[in-house]
């Protein structure tokens, strides 16, 4: 039989689990809680991606829960019944959250205030293992030269930065528009003046 006429043995490989199947759907419903509980443990840093070492801890987990999930089956439905196990237990635990706020509320966290008024709120940065820098460089990637053009800014409990704005006080907006029609004003007057001259 040539090589690229399937073989009932590479037909068996594919499709034969290698493990039982209730040890397919436990290993990944075990592995997931234990993430969701590690990742809300260790902090909102770690979902931020702050620096390189977070992204590598991020790649490192998948590839080292990989074995947990799959054990030793390689079979392309070993992978599938893995898989659909893991999303159906999402969707379970979204759905039972959603409907539960006050517990999604608990086990998601506060977010956490890291600069109030236009202030650093340094326990809060220590709280989050957070750095000066990498708050200044998270300023920077959201389009802010410095500190002084920041209002609040908040660390939600999903690793997203909420940056407001420090908007400038209504009177000194309100100065600024009278002083910018006077100097229109004042043009308009010296050009109407020079144009009398002229005549």
Known sequence: MPDWVASPKMWGDIFTLGSPLLEKILRPVAVYFFLVVALRVFGKRELAQLNPFDLVVLLSLSNTVQNAIIGNDNS????????????????LVVRF???????DQIFEGKPTVLIDAGHIQKKALAMELLTKSELMTVLHRQGFDSLSEVERCVLEPGGVFHIQRKMPVQEKVD???????????SSKVESLLAERGEA
Do not use: C, P, Q
Not at 97 to 103: E, K, M, P
């Open 97 to 103: 959250l959603f409907r539960h706020r006050r517990l």
């Open 76 to 91: 392309l439905s070993g992978g599938l019944i893995g898989a659909l196990a893991l999303l159906a237990m999402n969707y």
């Open 175 to 185: 100065h600024e528009e009278v002083m910018s029609a006077l100097r229109d004003l």
